[in-house]
């Protein structure tokens, strides 16, 4: 099954990519022909769209046949020539080569689809990961000052992550100087070492002291669509909110991150806006979810289009598969560390992060700060490979992240001659 999940195939693209531009020049072809404004009742899309995502893919063909029948007619047509109601969304011929250049490079790049297919798509697209990830079903970054936030120090004895009795304390500590905790970041997979914090633990404490919680699963979130990756997300529901980039790690370009809410109403409170232009029967009426009550910008890009599009084309197997042979890679170059004793790994290893370095020889005298900076910057500055750095327990330690779509065991393979010939170097003129 692995073997046949090619989510960078040039061919393959190259022939999706004719079937995708002939689809959208014949939109442009017939646009004036669609009714400017969505004809269909809200919540119509709920109806026609099933309740999960597939377990095998589905053909391109399929999926536009799809997007013309069900989702179109739910498009308020911003390009149609007869559009006279808001400020222009322009795009343009100049404009989509850009977008699909942008894509293939993985760079941001802006565009603008306002619909009621768009918010109820996205809906469903958050419901489809949501069931794939078992988030329970009350489910559907915040701007603080430098002096109002307190990090909580990590330790190597909890596999860095957040202890609770260190939060325990640390709330303790503010009430008892007259401070008022309220929100409440716990992370699974971080940044630096893709240590899972203890949701459940850390979300009672959140409760008990009614502090707002927030799971920040930007990275291996995506992870646990599989099975044996779920126990990563227990205690989930504790959390008030839960958030994770589709574009990290499941294969759809960025950005594309999504967000579920235990209770909107706190959103819409403080971010809701409802100026006399912007007032319209369905939303008076409530038959609509206004996702720009939730955010502080109006618009917003139709980025569940492209997610639907990777559930179907892919299924759910084939994701499952790409995101466990990412981890079974980064496995193997754990174990390639590990059978050098010139090197170390510093933190354990969940998913496809390997955090590891180079043990300083014992006369060192910056705790091998000095010689771990030099092998990154050696490797990066030769171009073969490119790797990252974060600092644990006052020490420079290398990442080595597995997750480029294109990435097989060759590459792990050659990567670590390049670093243990780059090592050799270093230690030779020590």
């Known amino acids: 099954m692995e073997s046949r999940l090619k989510p960078m195939d040039a061919e393959q693209l190259r022939e999706n990519a004719h079937m995708m531009v002939d689809f959208i020049a014949d939109y442009y072809k017939n646009l004036e022909s669609f009714p400017v404004l969505s004809q269909v009742k809200p919540n119509y899309l709920c109806e026609l769209l099933p309740d999960s995502a597939p377990q095998r893919p589905e053909s391109l063909q399929d999926i536009l046949k799809d997007v013309h029948e069900k989702i179109i007619p739910g498009v308020t047509h911003w390009q149609s020539p007869n559009y006279f109601a808001y400020y222009p969304c322009n795009s343009s011929i100049a404009g989509f080569l850009g977008e699909m250049l942008s894509a293939g490079f993985n760079i941001v790049g802006f565009s603008w689809i306002a619909s009621p297919a768009a918010t109820e798509l996205e809906t469903i697209v958050l419901d489809w990961v949501a069931k794939m990830l078992k988030l329970p079903n009350q489910f559907l970054s915040s701007g603080i000052y430098p002096e109002n936030l307190r990090l909580l120090k990590a330790e190597p004895s909890s596999s860095y992550a957040l202890a609770s009795d260190l939060l325990s304390e640390a709330i303790a500590n503010d009430f008892s100087s007259g401070l008022i905790p309220f929100f409440l970041c716990a992370t699974v997979g971080t940044t630096s070492s893709a240590a899972v914090d203890p949701l459940s633990d850390l979300g009672k404490i959140a409760t008990a002291r009614d502090v ?32 994770m980039n589709a574009h990290k790690w499941l294969l759809t370009n ?158 792990v393979r050659e990567a670590w001659k390049v670093l243990q010939k780059q090592a050799d170097a270093l230690l030779g003129d020590i």
Not at 215 to 237: F, K, L, Q, T
Not at 299 to 306: C, D, E, P, T, V
């Open 212 to 243: 707002w919680f927030h799971v920040d699963a930007a990275y291996a979130g995506s992870a646990c669509i599989c099975p044996e990756y779920r126990h990563c997300i227990n205690g989930v529901e504790e959390a008030d909110s839960f958030g």
């Open 254 to 411: 960025f950005d594309c991150s999504l967000l579920w809410v235990k209770d909107r109403s706190a959103l819409i409170q403080s971010l809701s806006t409802n100026p006399e232009f912007l007032k319209n029967k369905a939303s008076q009426e409530k038959a609509v979810t206004d996702f720009k009550d939730w955010q502080i910008p109006l618009g917003r890009r139709f980025r569940s289009l492209k997610l639907w599009m990777v559930l179907r084309m892919y299924g759910q197997e084939n994701l499952q598969n790409y995101i466990r042979n990412h981890i079974n890679l980064a496995k193997q170059f754990e174990q390639l560390v590990q059978s050098d004793s010139r090197f170390e790994v510093m933190a354990p290893r969940t998913f496809s992060l390997v955090c590891f370095r180079l043990i300083p020889p014992s006369n060192h005298e910056d705790n091998g700060y000095k010689l771990n900076y030099s092998l990154m910057d050696a490797i990066n500055t030769g171009g073969k490979i490119f790797l990252s750095h974060t600092v644990l327990s006052g020490k420079f330690v290398l990442r080595f992240a597995v997750g480029a779509p294109l990435t097989e065991e060759k590459h």
